[in-house]
């Protein structure tokens, strides 16, 4: 698949100022400085791909998303989106893209949803017959019926947050930028979201970029891209992430409460107590002569071995982070 | 499709979005009805304080014509200016300043919308809505007060003025607006700009009550379009001569203002923060 995004050396600074002292004197001295949002980099993001863009408060997610939507001007470097330069060309880029800014709404707040809808449709010049066609679909898998009509200062974040989607999609965008997309989302419907995506992407061939810090989100994405205080320190496959990272098991036991296990010399031991214990384990020790010599013993009443989950794996990275701050950068 | 047909549709593609955020401005300004009826009467209150303060002059001096101008001339001259001045307002500069302060400038750029276009587009609606429902009726009400008999060229003239006259103040409050980009928060230049804008268009006392040379230069400046040439050419106060050459001065100015906002955007649009992440 040809890069619908291309990204080379891309820095970005902000002046910003903070006051360290206490009291009304300090607050009129203020130190500025300047901060790095992004520094030195470079991505690749092919058509039809879910990509997701993950990383602490911080790092410079919202940031790359405004350079990369015609938002801001970086420092430096060169962007691409769909061949163009996206600030010198934001008019036109900006009607095959779609924006999802969860901190920022797309909605009127005095107005139905629906007025909304409707005013896209005119800046996007959507076909009446089309736009009916799209609402339709979106309102129905977003369940948002007895919403979409209601003032939006009344509905809840949740509703507020699906409508934002549908005006953002309702051009058929070939790329969608969403930024944390999903936050105040019920359970439900942050699924419904991800079916949305899924679907359109299957459909039209939609590439979606997402900020997010739900690992429910990551997990439908094939690439992760993660920044770290500006850098990127992470790009690649879910599942090389998972290779790396997640070459751990986890095993859960339990046994006999009259005795104590030794374990400390299998592994990092996670929890032990009366009964019960979990350590994180190599996968070659699941081989290992005395590991199956001590789970076969008469006090082992039973366990359990499995993989580490998204969260421990995105855990791991972050604990690795603090370890080496501004690590080398892995590609893969 | 021809030549001209496919032009039309162009035209009209262009001009639709713009439209549908004038649409949409216009319900929302409209969804909160009891506000917006008590905003009507705001700034008749600050008309009647200029009233009031010129009816306490004409008695305290005990005189009945103050460098010609009659206390009747007075008050059709306030009442005028309240009804202009609902239309020619600062809603701009405070439209961008919230635009970047809340974040929604970073919303409005996502759109295939030129922001300058959609900010002016946006603040658009109230002022067509003051126009239709207090600038009108109070001119038709001045009509009948005053006893002038407008000609078609003096009233060609005041629709052209007041035309102009908008236009100053909008180019005014965008190079305010931009400042916002920079300092974030422009209340205080905001309040003082739109001072000294009423004080220098004529909105505290009309202009030929300056001392003369003042009056000369200020009619050189774009400010007198806004509220005074307007005023005094429907009160016959100016000649028509002096009317239509201020008209120039203004249509200079409207040249240059724009030339200045479209150098400075293109350089102030290169700085935008977005606040809020």
Known sequence: MPNVIEVKNVSKSFKTYETKKKGFMASLRRKYYIKKALTNISLNIPEGSITALIGRNGSGKSTLIKILTGILYPDSGTVSVMGLNPWEYRMKIAKEIGVVLGAHGQLYWNLPAYDTFKFMSHIYSIDQGDFEKRLKHFIGILNLENVYKKPVRTMSLGEQMKCNFVASVLHMPKIVFLDEPTIGVDLSSKAALRTAMLEMRKEYKTTFLLTTHIVEDISIAESILMLEKGKLVFEGSRKKLEHIFGDKRIVELQFDESTNPRLEHYGKILYQGKGYASIEVKPGLLKDRKFIEMLSKDYIIDYKVSELSLTSILSKLYENLDRKIGGKRETH | ?277
């Open chain 2, 1 to 277: 499709m021809t030549g001209k047909s496919a032009g039309n549709v162009k035209l009209t593609s262009l001009v639709e979005p713009y439209l549908a955020v004038f649409s949409i401005g216009l319900k929302n300004t409209l969804a909160y009805k009891t506000d917006f009826v008590l905003s009507l009467f705001s700034s008749f209150f600050q008309a009647g304080l200029m009233i009031f303060i010129w009816t306490a002059i004409y008695d305290f001096t005990n005189t009945t014509s103050i460098l010609g101008i009659t206390l009747s001339t007075m008050y059709v001259y306030f009442f005028l200016l309240y009804a202009f001045r609902v239309v020619i307002n600062f809603s701009v500069p405070e439209v961008m300043q919230e635009d970047i302060q809340n974040g929604s400038l970073a919303v409005a750029y996502t759109r295939p919308l030129k922001y300058p276009i959609q900010v002016f587009m946006s603040g658009l609606p109230d002022d067509a809505l003051y126009a239709g429902i207090i600038t009108i009726p109070l001119i038709i009400a001045a009509l009948l007060l005053s006893h002038v008999l407008l000609t078609p060229l003096t009233i060609m003239l005041v629709i052209s003025e007041l035309l102009i006259g908008y236009t100053i103040v909008i180019l005014i409050g965008f190079m305010i607006g931009m400042l916002a980009v920079k300092l974030t928060n422009i209340y205080g230049i905001m309040n003082s700009t739109w001072s000294v804008i009423l004080l220098l268009g004529g909105g505290v006392l009309p202009l030929t009550l300056f001392p003369n040379a003042v009056y000369q230069i200020l009619m050189l400046t774009p400010f007198p379009m806004l509220l005074y040439v307007p005023a005094a050419t429907f009160l016959g106060m100016i000649s028509t001569s002096v009317a239509i050459r201020s008209m120039f001065t203004g249509l200079f100015w409207i040249a240059v203002l724009l030339l200045v906002t479209i150098i400075a955007w293109r350089s102030v649009r290169k700085k935008i923060t977005s606040a809020g992440g």
